[in-house]
């Protein structure tokens, strides 16, 4: 299913965030795992755009949607990542409708936007065909996420939820409970009245709500609020939680049997058995 198709319902899609490993089975893996789209990030990872044109191969390979969050609202940063085959794009603190639609004009070919005309590129697998069609087909792929993660973008996401072409809001939770003053209070009435009004705006104008979340407690909690992009933890904390969770596990285990390899008969070794067939004296 593609990201636009997903948007357009409000079942649940469950994603991956991938901040470190773009791999080249980066995508399979993900896919297997049973993912229906992943998030790429180009804000806090590092990655340059030729790291993203050769990540969404990897994702296209394994047919995972991936929507590639940009680091600014700037035409250089949303046109790139689209023109690099981004099926989604995401952008940071989105404050008000004016801002979503210039963004708009950024992600959409002519006339939805003013997105500067390049065909038989990554974004169009290469391929030819006539150009009303293709600048149609890449404006009705093209998949909008804006991120509310400020006061004011929780303000206005009724009018910003109202512009034609944004597809998604997207509570940046992190930042947003910092705007609102309270960081990383989670549980506190302003920050829980925020994504009330968040998805209140997504209700109201038939669009889809997602955030990230960290465990599968906090993932349940939102889709009961109404939330129905969830993105599961990142590959850094999840790789980082497996492996610490292994290796705790192997250590308790082997404190409970004795500090020596054998556990508490290494302590009191029996004599060595000989070989079959030989004696001990030869």
């Known amino acids: 299913m593609t990201l636009k198709a997903m948007a357009g319902t409000r079942t649940l899609k469950v994603g991956h965030f991938v901040v470190e490993f773009a791999t080249p089975g980066i995508g399979h893996i993900l896919a297997n795992a049973g993912c229906d789209f992943v998030l790429f990030d180009c804000e806090h990872s590092g990655f340059g755009f030729e790291t993203v044109k050769t990540a969404m191969r990897y994702f296209e390979a394994a047919r995972l949607p991936a929507i590639v969050r940009v680091p600014s609202k700037e035409y250089h940063h949303i046109a790139r990542a689209a023109d690099m085959g981004a099926e989604g794009i995401m952008l940071p603190m989105v404050d008000d409708a004016a801002q979503a639609r210039a963004i708009l004009d950024c992600l959409k070919y002519t006339p939805a936007g003013r997105r500067g005309v ?34 004011a973008g929780v303000d206005n996401a009724f009018a910003i939820a109202a512009v034609e072409g944004v597809d998604c809001l997207w509570v940046g939770h992190f930042d947003l409970s910092a705007s609102l003053g309270i960081p990383g209070e989670f549980e506190h009435p302003k920050f829980l009245a925020a994504i009330e009004r968040v998805v209140a705006a997504c209700r109201q104008h038939g669009k889809a709500c997602g955030r990230l979340v960290p465990d599968v407690a906090t993932g349940i909690d939102y889709w009961r609020r109404g939330f129905d992009f969830l993105c599961y933890s990142g590959d850094v904390w999840a790789l980082g939680a497996a492996v610490k969770a292994g290796v705790d596990g192997i250590r308790a285990g082997v404190e409970k049997l004795g500090a020596e390899p054998g556990g508490a008969a290494a302590a009191n070794p029996a004599e060595p058995r000989a070989p079959r067939g030989k004696s001990r004296r030869s």
């Open 118 to 151: 390049a065909l038989g590129i990554a974004h169009d697998a290469y391929s030819g065909g006539p150009v009303l069609d293709k600048l149609a087909r890449a404006n009705a792929r093209t998949t909008l996420f804006c991120q509310i993660e400020t006061a």
